[in-house]
């Protein structure tokens, strides 16, 4: 029996390699101690441990003698040290494969990918990879139920005043190019009374405690303390069950965004300086993009209404059309759900699974 690594620096990248480990066993290493702790409490059956400076620590040694590393982002300088057999799955929906991360992908021998948008995009770059292939959808839906069986009361019952009311998550992305530090203030103030807001922040938000994002959240605990509709999620619910029952999602236009089209949620997309249709176009082309697959990812927008830094005053009005328009934008949500997803649905993990025990 082989032993198998799932190797993530980040937060971001546990929904998805637990979701093979479920299934293939092996021990889940981090370099940090917020991750660890972070996958600890979502996956208590699960092994897990921690590297450090000190070579002969648990997790130094496990990586080192790890015969199969399956991760979700590209650590070159650990990963090329490593005579294991290396296998990458993409943190997040994974927008960007320039060719320059194409170039960088090359320290794998097998790339699991989430749907057509990253395989129409890995092709046009690809000349003579020394790696292998294929589509094998994304992960975290391999958790996901089509149809939830939890209920939005039992679920929310702690949070909020009166449960029931129609569920709007406001899901920003880093805090460098997202709309958290100015937006998040005003949109919890703006949300009306006939619904509830659940804020969640980005996970390098929430779990990283940098001083910067400690004082804002602290500022967001303060207004919402007397406020019973408005509740701050620091990575406690699962995303499935709140995508489930939402009937919004304001977002920066992010991987949150896309992965709630699951279950078809409608979207509130903000534009920031550094986040808008116009600034993904021209970053995209910038880095080697194919003028076509820029144009498809700038689509995103195409999928609610939009909020700009020139009308901040309109958040509730423009939280209303969202809810009114949900039918509006149905075929566009559908039409960038199957360009992104493809048809795997919740099969995902077990494909993986089955590749990775090809390789053991």
Known sequence: MKNIVFYSKMFQAVHHLSEIQKLTGGTFV????????????????????????????????????????????????????????????????YVWLTPEVVKNLTV??????????????LERHLDS??????????????????????????????????????????????????SFKNWAIDI?????????????????????????????????????RNKTNVALDLNYFNASDIYAHAN?????????AEESLFYDCPQLLIETDKCSRKTILNNAIRDGIHHDDAEQIAQIFDLGPILTHSAPNNIEKMIHTALSAESHYHNNR??????????????????????INEHR
Not at 150 to 168: E, G
Request: hydrophobic content about 40%.
């Open 188 to 224: 919890a103030t703006a949300t009306p009374e006939d619904c509830n807001l659940l804020i969640r922040p980005h996970p390098r938000i929430a779990l990283k405690k940098e001083k910067k994002t400690t004082i804002l959240l602290n500022k967001l605990s303060e207004l919402i």
């Open 30 to 93: 981090t370099t940090r101690a917020s991750t660890l702790k972070a996958f600890k409490k979502l996956n208590p059956e699960l092994r897990a441990a921690k590297c450090s400076k000190i070579p002969v620590s648990r997790g130094n040694r496990i990586l080192k003698n790890a015969d199969q590393v399956i991760t979700g982002s590209i650590y070159a300088s650990t990963l090329t040290k490593l005579n294991a057999w290396k296998a990458m799955t993409f943190h997040g929906t």
């Open 334 to 355: 559908k039409e960038y759900f199957k360009w992104v997803f493809g048809d795997i649905r919740t099969e995902a993990a077990g494909k993986a699974a089955i590749t």
């Open 108 to 121: 794998f021998d097998h790339l699991f990918l989430i749907g057509p948008r990253m395989k129409q995009m």
């Open 129 to 178: 990879a020394s790696f292998t292939y294929e589509t094998s959808g994304f992960l975290p839906f391999s958790s996901y139920e089509e149809h939830p069986i939890s209920s939005k009361y039992l679920l929310f019952s702690n949070i909020f005043k009166k449960p029931n009311l129609p569920l709007i998550i406001y899901a920003p992305t880093s805090w460098k190019i997202g």
């Open 248 to 256: 919004l999602i304001i977002s920066d236009a992010n991987s949150t």
